[in-house]
């Protein structure tokens, strides 16, 4: 049984959605506060020549995100933008500064406020970690299956945090509900009908770690000829892929879009082809927690389908695989601790040009000797003890 399903769809016309939100411009603004955060610095590129050689390409990067702020993920760039932005607007301030936010005088005017968002544990935790740092209260909740030690770390920035019996879109709508009677400020990542600018800010927050790894392959005189890009909702995949598209206009990437098996909203909708949006159902039972999302992003979606021509899908077993190569490299390459989420995308990869069996879908996604592979590892072992289990125990096994 193969551990990859992709479904490759030639562009016809790329379209510009998004442009205007996900470029470089914006992106230029989004680093510039990003460098006022305490501890900023820009997170490494992984090279993996060795593998590169072996998979029959001619570069392999991967975005290390474990080492965004401690935080052990991405997400912080997100909740950082979007809550700098919406504070600044109440306060009547005309830049976005950390320094400024923080200033007595702003925080005076400012006074508490609440936000609220759910989450399979990174944006949570990046939206929490965002209210401590401006002195906000924070309220978190967590779809049911969501391990005491997710929990644990959002609680420990100083948010309250509840696990539901309810999966994670489900978790979404209770979180809203609550932000309605509470008077609260919602805080998601996905997008609703009336429910566009938070999203929007959170998806321009992701741009740095793009504009971090465009610059430093441009320092190699590199660019890339392919990018792997995880979704859940397709917020991440949709601004990342915006972004890279509106840099390399002339000579644009082949983006493969990856989801977990179980949870393939946006695989399922590109598939169809008839512009209807499907939803995955049930308990979206995976160990990529942070795909585990069953209603796609229309913002992310519209932008996927302009510019995207190969949406795959995973196994368990793929991630799990993915996670050890990149926790125990070939000689020379650089180590990258990924957790379940974070190595969806190189997993795709490694199974792609890896796997005589799935040759056919390598040349459908273009993959050759002269490949330049760009993949973003989204978060570390976040679930510190499930990643124990994965790398040391081998479960689940690969196949």
């Known amino acids: 049984m193969t551990d990859i399903k992709?479904?490759?769809?030639?562009?016809?016309?790329?379209?510009?959605?998004?442009?205007?939100?996900?470029?470089?411009?914006?992106?230029?603004?989004?680093?510039?506060?990003?460098r006022t955060l305490p501890g900023y610095k820009p997170t490494p590129l992984a090279q993996l020549p060795a593998l590169a050689k072996r998979c029959g390409v001619a570069g392999l990067y991967v975005k290390d995100e474990s080492k965004r702020f401690g935080l052990n993920a991405f997400k912080g760039?997100?909740?950082?933008?979007?809550?700098?932005?919406?504070?600044?607007?109440?306060?009547?301030?005309?830049?976005?500064?950390f320094h400024e936010l923080c200033a007595p005088e702003s925080l005076k005017r400012l006074g508490k406020n609440t936000f609220i968002t759910a989450t399979d544990g990174n944006?949570?935790?990046?939206?929490?970690?965002?209210?401590?740092?401006?002195?906000?209260?924070?309220?978190?909740?967590?779809?049911?299956?969501?391990?005491?030690?997710?929990?644990?770390?959002?609680?420990r920035v100083g948010a309250t945090a509840e696990v539901t019996d309810m999966n994670?879109?489900?978790?979404?709508?209770?979180?809203?509900?609550?932000?309605a009677k509470n008077g609260w400020e919602?805080?998601?990542?996905?997008?609703?009908?009336?429910?566009?600018?938070?999203?929007?800010?959170?998806?321009?927050?992701?741009?740095?770690?793009?504009?971090?790894?465009?610059?430093?392959?441009?320092?190699?005189?590199?660019?890339?000829?392919?990018?792997?890009?995880?979704?859940g909702v397709g917020s991440m995949a949709g601004s990342i892929a915006s972004y890279l598209a509106s840099v390399y206009e002339d000579d644009m990437p082949v983006f493969v879009i990856v989801e977990a098996d179980a949870a393939d909203c946006i695989h399922k909708t590109m598939e169809c082809g008839d512009g209807t949006v499907h939803v995955a159902q049930g308990d979206l039972a995976t160990m990529m927690a942070g795909l585990a999302c069953g209603i796609p992003s229309m913002t992310g979606l519209r932008i996927l389908e302009g510019v995207a021509e190969n949406f795959a899908t995973i196994t368990d077993r793929a991630a799990a695989r993915g996670m050890r190569m990149l926790g125990n490299p070939l000689e020379g390459d650089d180590r990258v601790i990924s957790?379940?989420?974070?190595?969806?995308?190189?997993?795709?990869?490694?199974?792609?040009?890896?796997?005589?069996?799935?040759?056919?879908?390598?040349?459908?996604?273009?993959?050759?000797?002269?490949?330049v592979v760009l993949?973003?590892?989204?978060?570390?072992d976040t679930d510190k003890a499930h990643y124990r289990k994965v790398v040391w125990q081998g479960v689940p096994p690969s196949a």
């Open 6 to 34: 992709l479904f490759h769809r030639p562009l016809i016309e790329k379209n510009n959605c998004g442009r205007n939100n996900f470029n470089d411009e914006v992106a230029e603004k989004v680093l510039a506060f990003h």
């Open 186 to 231: 919602f805080v998601q990542d996905t997008d609703r009908p009336g429910y566009t600018e938070i999203p929007t800010l959170i998806m321009q927050g992701y741009l740095t770690m793009a504009r971090e790894a465009v610059d430093e392959l441009k320092d190699k005189g590199l660019k890339p000829t392919h990018v792997f890009l995880q979704a």
């Open 375 to 380: 993949c973003f590892s989204t978060e570390g």
């Open 168 to 179: 994670y879109d489900q978790t979404v709508e209770y979180a809203q509900s609550l932000a």
């Open 123 to 155: 944006h949570g935790m990046g939206i929490a970690w965002t209210a401590q740092q401006l002195q906000q209260n924070c309220v978190v909740y967590l779809p049911k299956g969501s391990t005491e030690e997710r929990v644990e770390r959002i609680r």
């Open 77 to 97: 760039l997100g909740g950082s933008w979007c809550l700098a932005n919406l504070i600044a607007k109440k306060i009547g301030l005309q830049s976005i500064d």
């Open 339 to 371: 957790g379940e989420s974070g190595a969806a995308g190189f997993g795709a990869f490694i199974e792609l040009t890896l796997e005589e069996e799935n040759l056919n879908l390598r040349k459908a996604a273009g993959l050759d000797e002269n490949s």
